[in-house]
């Protein structure tokens, strides 16, 4: 998809300029890596370890017949021993549940550091959300168009809340931007109405816009409109700041 480049038109306005971010850049690089177990089972694997577990269940309660309980025994056996044969220790995997959770939450949800308090540039698109209680316009930024709707939400620091300045607000949901301004790691959770229903919006970071630029579609062309000041109109043929468009 080709962006137009910036072309100034009518009044010149001082364009904020932030470190360029890509989504990446967003978790806690720190927390990232760990082990993980079940990651490195194969389908087939992971099928046989959540069926040991549906039996194991079923033998623990007293339901089933004694043909039936006969039949769940020979089959746990015969999942236990395939596992084995893989080298997978089913008790030792079961008890590494708790400690694979807790590190897959930390990456999820852990912001970088560096960013903190940073004036930053990302590119995403914006779900409009209810104001702040003080009046303040409220969107949620995300790195894939359909996220929060048709798709699942991402994971809290791939998700960002932002203070909109009076300059903008968008005007429909997954609408493509580019903004700037300062990040912060400031946890935040809002049961909201998207386009599917009600969803907990939990975001890591907060923004506070300085600027905004919007892709908007202008007969069968994209161009950038810039959201600062007068919301200068943009057009042209080059491509802005290195950024990549993800529609």
């Keep these: 998809m080709t962006i137009l480049a910036l072309a100034l038109c009518g009044p010149s306005a001082a364009v904020v300029q932030g470190v360029a971010l890509d989504w990446s850049d967003l978790p806690d690089p720190s927390v990232q890596v760990f082990d993980d177990p079940y990651r490195d089972l194969s389908p087939e694997q992971f099928d046989?370890?959540?069926?040991?577990?549906?039996?194991?269940?079923?033998l623990h309660q007293d339901v089933g017949s004694p043909e039936e309980r006969l039949k769940w025994q020979e089959l746990l056996i015969e999942t236990e021993d395939a596992l084995a044969s893989d080298g997978i220790d089913i008790d030792w995997l079961l008890d590494q549940r708790n400690v694979v959770a807790q590190n897959r939450e930390r990456a999820g949800t852990a912001?970088?550091?560096?960013?903190?308090?940073?004036t930053v540039t990302l590119a995403g698109?914006?779900?409009p959300a209810p104001p702040d209680a003080d009046g303040n316009a409220i969107a949620y930024l995300v790195p894939q168009r359909g996220m929060c709707s048709h798709m699942p939400p991402p994971p809290p620091n791939q998700m960002i809340r932002?203070?909109?300045n009076e300059d903008w607000t968008p005007s429909y949901v997954h609408e493509p931007v580019?903004?700037?301004?300062?990040?912060?790691i400031d946890p935040s959770e809002q049961n909201m109405m998207v386009v599917d229903g009600f969803l907990?919006?939990?975001?890591?970071f907060l923004l506070d816009t300085d600027s905004v630029e919007t892709l908007e579609t202008q007969g069968e062309r994209l161009e950038w409109t810039?959201?600062?000041?007068?919301?200068?109109r943009a057009a042209g043929n080059r491509k802005t700041g290195g950024s990549k468009a993800s529609e």
């Excluded at 046989?48 to 079923?58: S, W």
């Excluded at 580019?178 to 912060?184: A, I, M, N, Q, S």
């Design 48 to 58: 046989d370890v959540l069926f040991a577990v549906r039996l194991r269940g079923r």
């Design 111 to 118: 912001g970088n550091p560096e960013f903190d308090g940073q």
């Design 125 to 127: 698109f914006a779900i």
């Design 162 to 164: 932002v203070r909109l």
């Design 178 to 184: 580019r903004l700037t301004g300062k990040l912060t």
């Design 200 to 204: 907990p919006m939990r975001a890591t």
């Design 226 to 232: 810039q959201g600062i000041a007068d919301r200068i």
